[in-house]
């Protein structure tokens, strides 16, 4: 069993939908999650980082983590076509700025 | 403000070959760490620098070595190239001292190393 599962997709959704990107973890150390956008052929932008368990929301997008289940989710509000790419969740046990352990990625499509 | 530069873009090698990647970090920054991409996966971590020592290492062959400048700008070298070497080499740049959601990494826009 990897230490991060990801749904590699790809997943398309219509212009304006609610997009739901998911992660399961198995190793509970972990403590800091991220979520990061990756172009085609680009390096990941960082678009989230969360300590520990519970909610956080930046404009259009939320993340949230549920550790008891180690589970975490991105959500993207009124989806927009310049956010189709792969979205990568990343976590580590000691801080941000330790090894990240990274999902295979989620390829999203927003079709106008 | 520059954010993590990377050299070269591009680079084409046979087997056996060596190369060398270079990583300038975001300023501010003093931490570098190196992961692997392969097509269609996540990022694999490779090490990472701080003050010019190699902190921590991954699950790679010793194939692979760095070096951080007193600068904090950074090399990768990859000794005896395999075909699966092939891969996206991303570097990614954080303040040692930060905690609490700033101690992020971010990363630059990687090498694209094709090994024929």
């Known amino acids: 069993q990897k230490e991060v599962e990801q749904d590699p997709g790809p997943l398309s959704v219509p212009e304006g939908a609610i997009v739901s990107l998911n992660c399961t973890y198995s190793n509970s150390a972990f403590q800091y999650f991220m979520w990061y956008r990756q172009y085609s052929r680009k390096g990941p932008e960082l678009l989230m980082y969360t300590y520990s368990s519970g909610n956080k929301e930046d404009g259009r997008f939320t993340a949230q983590v549920d550790k008891s289940s180690k589970y975490i989710s991105l959500f993207i509000r009124d989806s927009q076509p310049s956010d189709s790419a792969t979205y990568l969740c990343?976590?580590?046990?000691?801080?941000?700025?330790?090894?990240?352990?990274f999902g295979k990625g989620t390829r999203l499509s927003v079709i106008a | 403000d520059a954010g993590v530069t990377q050299s070269p873009t591009h680079l084409i090698k046979t087997r056996g070959q060596q190369v060398t990647l270079r990583c300038s970090p975001k300023s501010g920054h003093d931490t570098v760490s190196w992961y692997q991409q392969a097509l269609g996966q996540g990022p694999q971590f490779i090490f990472q620098?701080?003050?010019?020592?190699e902190r921590q290492r991954g699950n790679f062959p010793d194939r692979f070595s760095g070096h951080q400048f007193p600068n904090y700008s950074s090399e990768l070298n990859v000794n005896a190239l395999l075909l699966g070497d092939s891969a996206l080499y991303l570097c990614?740049?954080?303040w040692g001292g930060g905690q609490g959601g700033t101690d992020t990494q971010y990363f630059g826009p990687g090498t694209r190393l094709t090994v024929l």
């Open positions: 990343a976590m580590s046990a000691w801080s941000g700025n330790t090894p990240l352990v």
């Open positions: 990614a740049s954080s």
């Open positions: 620098y701080y003050e010019e020592e």
